[in-house]
């Protein structure tokens, strides 16, 4: 499917909101996130990023084969992003 900009515009929509469930998740699981430094919270969202695309993909696929429950694909994206960043941190304080 070609991209539109109202597909591309929809696409952003839906990556922002992602992003903002998956650090208000971060922040509720992980309180020890409010001690990290600067270069720990540049390592948690870095590692969260590189999870983006196959996340997404999975959410998108998710929710086309079960429309119903596609706010149940969209939690299990946001918690999957917030895990990455919660391993990243933990790693970090090896």
């Known amino acids: ?21 998956a650090l208000t998740l971060l922040v509720r699981l992980y309180p020890q996130v409010r001690q990290a430094s600067n270069a720990q919270l540049d390592a948690a969202c870095a590692a969260m990023r590189a999870q983006v695309g196959p996340v997404l993909d999975e959410l998108l696929t998710e929710a086309r084969e079960a429309p119903t429950v596609a706010h149940v694909a969209f939690q299990s994206a946001a918690l999957s992003l917030a895990q990455a960043g919660i391993q990243a941190l933990k790693d970090s304080r090896k």
């Open 1 to 21: 499917m070609a991209d539109t900009p109202h597909r591309t515009d929809s696409l952003d929509t839906l990556g922002h909101k992602l992003g903002e469930a």
